[in-house]
């Protein structure tokens, strides 16, 4: 076990020990009569700041690579903020282009709303209703239905 004193007075008093973990790294924090954990960027960023960090701020990874704690990686952000970004994130990621079988536009959708969702439609994805109408249309009348 890696120990070392604290060399800041935001943890005076405390032996650290970490960080631990090859992902989300974690370090121990010990004094005589109080133990804790914390993770390491949070850790990094409190003393880079020079105090604790409250209940209100949270240690957000600016390039979202939990693995790199540098600290030019790391911001303060309100709990709010973090979830605004994280939900950015996610529909960013969420997004996917697709080409319009009927008119050969490309076109952007959520992937929840196309024929990619699991369990979907067989029937291609189109970029508008009247497109859809178009090449649903075309398929019955080469299949002979009316």
């Known amino acids: 076990m ?24 974690i370090v121990v924090l010990v004094s005589p009569g ?15 700041v020079g105090r604790e960090l409250t209940d209100d701020e949270e240690v957000d990874h600016v390039d979202d690579d939990y693995t790199n704690d540098v600290i030019e990686n790391l911001q303060i952000l309100t709990p709010e903020q973090n979830r605004e970004k994280q939900n950015r994130l996610r529909l960013q990621r969420s997004l996917v282009t697709l080409t319009c079988p009927e008119c050969r536009r490309e076109f952007t959708r959520p992937r ?27 398929r019955r009348s080469r299949r002979g239905v009316a």
């Open 2 to 25: 890696k120990a070392t004193r604290a060399k800041s007075s935001v943890y005076d008093g405390y032996t650290v020990y970490g960080p631990y973990g090859s992902k989300r790294k």
């Open 34 to 48: 109080h133990r804790t954990t914390m993770s390491y960027a949070r850790y990094l960023m409190s003393l880079h």
């Open 112 to 138: 929840r709303d196309t024929n990619l969702r699991p369990g979907g439609p067989e029937s291609p994805s189109c970029c508008s209703r009247s497109c859809s109408v178009s090449y649903h249309n075309k």
